[in-house]
């Protein structure tokens, strides 16, 4: 049984006490009451009258109350009897009628007429606060908006260790110390050191931060503390300030404990980057409240911070100096090796065809975050289920790849003859222009049939192995490949169209970094004219967002010819590629037309024996 049940429980036990206490009074005083005065007719007491044994009475307008020179027979002296009219009352005693009076008891309309008003009152003003607490997600009320909604997972109630997590061996290695430290606070400091007061979780979306969390947490069995950063801060200025004084102060009575904030950066944000910033912004003052709490604590208590972020380079840097945020732990996308892991642990959930190689699916999906990969599985096994198969094959994880990459397949999506052919031409000089380069990815997949929003075909290459750098020959022959569309355009149908759109984006955003950021130009040297507004976080395939440069305009001038020479080059080596292999495009292009999709093995097989297109025709 936790602390807060027995201090609730206690509670509970006292109040019922002492209402038992207030009740035996109550009763007791009403029943001394009504045994010191005696309520008797108005007949008896015109009889008392008669017979002189009334000492005093009290008259008002509607009873009779006296006292007695003799105790009645019951022991009291005191009595209490209505008024009755006078000449009605000598009708009833020509016959001897015993009567009295009856009092009308308002006691209940009086309390009503009190009551009903404040009730009423009450009511409206709960009914109201409760929709405007609705309205601003105060699930408690108005009362409660200075209280934590941080979710409680009490132990193992998070469900997930360590074997729940793979491909971030690294991150698992730097949080077990901190399981251990949960588990035995008083052993980590025999040596005068001391365990990190916060541990900053950073990398992009998806990589499993919130999942590292909680298996901390159910690694070490402590209560754990969940809440996001956005649900701080409401309407009413100081919320967010006490609902993180309130969420400190749960956690401290149950530590050993975990807080985890998920998406720091909503709460975090450095104070006064912004235009109208001020010192007295709600958020600066929950933030400051963090800070402060931060401080506050010992780490020796056994409570832990842990926290979530994929956009480290907008906090606060007061949050991650040193005695704050201590230590950072990058969860990155998963190499090949990760990827294997995290497609074993999440594909033991499915049924898998025995031949199913997860090296294969794993070198499909470079790039992929572990959630990209769990929702991978996901769409294969529906795929499996849609085609009524017993269980999930490797053209199920294909087919799934393909749809999470360019799209759902748009079947009914009709071309007319003449564009299906320009298509087929664009997707083929792709390809080709790939195969015919050194260091290019190999082609996996070409196809013409549309998929996602505006793409009428697509060709899939797959890397042999994971990049982390490339040469300037190397991003030379990815512009010439992604430019191999419009060039074999022109060369077969002599005109352009906006199929290349996309492909001319991506080509003048590889040629503009080439310039500016990498070094690549002999005419600006070795200089880095722009800085990227982009994180290695957020990934490479992000446009990136409008911002002002920061050099002059001749240089600018200079960076557009640089670009604009780049590109032309790009594409001119394209066309003579094209020139050169005119036949096998047009021999390629007419067998993509005819079966829409060529594999990569079909593929290689047209473009290096030109006697297989027969065969492959009559297959």
Do not use: C
């Not at 309390?111 to 404040?118: E, G, I, K, T």
């Not at 984006?505 to 070094?519: C, K």
Request: glycine fraction near 10%; charged fraction near 25%.
């Amino acid at each position: 049984m936790t602390k807060q049940t027995m201090t609730k429980q206690t509670r509970f036990n006292i109040g019922y006490a002492i209402g038992a206490i207030f009740l035996v009074l109550i009763i007791q005083y009403i029943v001394s009451i009504g045994s010191q005065i005696a309520p008797i007719s108005y007949s008896e007491f015109q009889r008392l009258l008669h017979e002189g044994k009334i000492e005093s009475v009290g008259v008002s307008d509607r009873f009779l109350q006296g006292t007695l020179k003799e105790p009645l027979p019951g022991g009291q002296k005191q009595f209490v009897t209505t008024r009755v009219d006078q000449e009605f009352a000598g009708e009833l005693d020509k016959y001897g009628v015993r009567y009295t009076g009856q009092i009308e008891s308002t006691f209940l309309r009086d309390l009503l007429s009190w009551v009903m008003p404040v009730l009423l009152f009450v009511g409206l003003w709960w009914y109201l606060g409760k929709r405007l607490a609705g309205s601003q997600g105060l699930g408690g009320g108005l009362m409660s908006i200075g209280k934590s909604k941080a979710k409680i997972y009490v132990e193992a109630d998070t469900g997930v260790t360590f074997d729940d997590v793979a491909g971030v061996d690294e991150a698992k290695d730097e949080l077990r110390e901190v399981v251990d430290f949960l588990k035995n606070p008083a052993s980590y400091g025999r040596l005068g050191g001391r365990m990190p007061k916060g541990v900053l979780l950073v990398g992009p979306p998806g990589t499993g931060k919130t999942l590292l969390a909680k298996t901390v947490a159910g690694e070490a069995k402590v209560p754990f503390f969940s809440i996001s950063g956005s649900e701080f801060v409401e309407m009413f200025v100081g919320v967010g300030a006490a609902r993180v004084r309130d969420l400190f102060q749960q956690a401290h009575q149950q530590a050993p404990a975990i807080i985890f904030i998920d998406e720091l950066d909503a709460l975090g944000r450095a104070r006064g980057i912004g235009p109208y910033a001020g010192g007295h912004d709600e958020k600066e003052q929950t933030l400051n409240q963090l800070l402060v709490e931060l401080d506050g604590f010992d780490s020796r208590s056994g409570l832990v911070i842990l926290a979530a972020t994929n956009r480290p380079e907008i906090l606060d840097p007061a949050l991650l100096r040193a005695g704050r945020f201590d230590r950072q732990v990058l969860v990155d996308r998963p190499d090949k090796k990760g990827r294997v892991q995290i497609l074993q642990v999440h594909m033991k959930k499915v049924k898998v065809a025995p031949d199913v190689d997860v090296e294969k699916i794993a070198a499909l999906t470079p790039g992929f975050t572990g959630a990209d990969l769990a929702n991978l599985v996901n769409e294969a096994a529906l795929l499996a289920t849609r085609r009524g198969a017993d269980a999930t094959s490797l053209a199920d994880f294909g087919n799934a790849v393909e749809r999470i990459v360019a799209g759902l397949e748009k079947r009914n999506r009709l071309l007319n003859p003449k564009e299906r052919e320009i298509v087929a031409y664009h997707e083929m000089g792709h390809a080709l222009v790939a195969l015919a380069l050194p260091g290019v990815d190999p082609v996996h997949k070409v196809s013409i049939i549309p998929r996602g929003i505006g793409s009428l075909g697509y060709t899939i290459q797959r890397p042999t192995e994971d990049r982390f750098l490339m040469t300037r020959e190397e991003l030379e022959n990815k512009m010439a490949v992604l430019l191999g569309g419009r060039a074999a355009e022109l060369i077969v149908f002599d005109h352009l169209s906006t199929g290349a759109a996309d492909d001319l984006r991506r080509v003048t955003d590889i040629a503009q970094s080439m310039v500016t950021r990498y070094g690549m130009s002999e005419k600006l040297g070795n200089v880095a004219y722009d800085r990227d507004p982009r994180t290695f976080l957020t990934g490479p395939n992000l446009p990136s967002p409008p911002h002002e440069r920061e050099y002059a305009e001749k240089t600018a001038a200079t960076v557009d010819e640089e670009v604009r020479a780049n590109v032309e080059k790009a594409f001119q080596r394209a066309l003579e590629l094209l020139r050169e292999r005119r036949a096998v495009l047009d021999r390629t292009a007419r067998r993509l037309l005819e079966t829409e999709t060529l594999e990569e093995a079909e593929l290689l097989r047209l473009v290096n024996d030109p006697k297989a297109q027969p065969q492959a025709a009559a297959e």
